[in-house]
């Protein structure tokens, strides 16, 4: 039997350890290269990061990246951009339309002869978190408040133990902004509950 021995020198092998990668998130939305809102990510790059921002988006570097398509993927890869930044502006103005006439109801409801609770429906449609606001009412008006399901289903509402209407419409509007005082509207409701 004969051994095979190959005397032809191996190039070293070196080990390098991996390097660490720095990632930048916008914060707006994740994969925004897929969604349509690249356009609102590059806005807040060139923002929050001037130096990155002209790094990927100076006239080079898309020249760079476009000459390597061939041409028919260069006009197909422009008209969907076109489609998917007219989607995500029709997205943005129907959200804001959504948002300009979504109503915030606080309702006063007889739960016993004298006993009342504050529920307060329509805060999610304005972003802002039930549970947060419901523990700020706790503390701010020294009661009981919580998150429950409507009773159709669809949502949730903020119930707040007492007869505090008016003053839960009055520290909504001091301290969220992004509410329109005209869209708060407090409703009496005699039927009793339980």
């Not at 209407?165 to 005699?190: F, T």
Request: with cysteine; aromatic share 6%; net charge negative.
């Amino acid at each position: 039997m004969t051994e095979d021995t190959n005397t032809e020198e191996t190039a070293p092998t070196t080990h390098t350890e991996p390097q660490g990668r720095t990632v930048v998130y916008c914060g707006e939305t994740q994969y925004c290269e897929f969604g349509g809102t690249v356009k609102r990510c590059e806005e807040w790059l060139e923002k929050n990061y001037p130096e990155l921002h002209a790094r990927l988006y100076s006239d080079e570097a898309l020249n760079a990246n476009l000459s390597t398509l061939s041409v028919s993927a260069q006009k197909r890869a422009e008209k969907d951009a076109s489609k998917k930044a007219a989607k995500a502006e029709a997205q943005a103005a129907a959200e804001e339309t959504r948002r300009a006439t979504a109503k915030v109801q606080i309702k006063r409801v007889e739960r016993n002869k004298r006993k009342f609770v504050t529920a307060v429906s329509g805060l999610e449609a304005h972003g802002v978190e039930l549970k947060k606001v419901a523990k700020e009412l706790g503390k701010r008006f020294a009661t009981g408040s919580s998150v429950t399901k409507l009773p159709t289903g669809l949502g949730e509402e903020i119930v707040v133990q007492g007869d505090l209407a008016d003053d839960i419409e009055e520290w909504l509007l001091e301290n969220y902004e992004q509410i329109p005082e005209g869209n708060v509207e407090v409703v009496e409701d005699r039927k009793r509950k339980g």
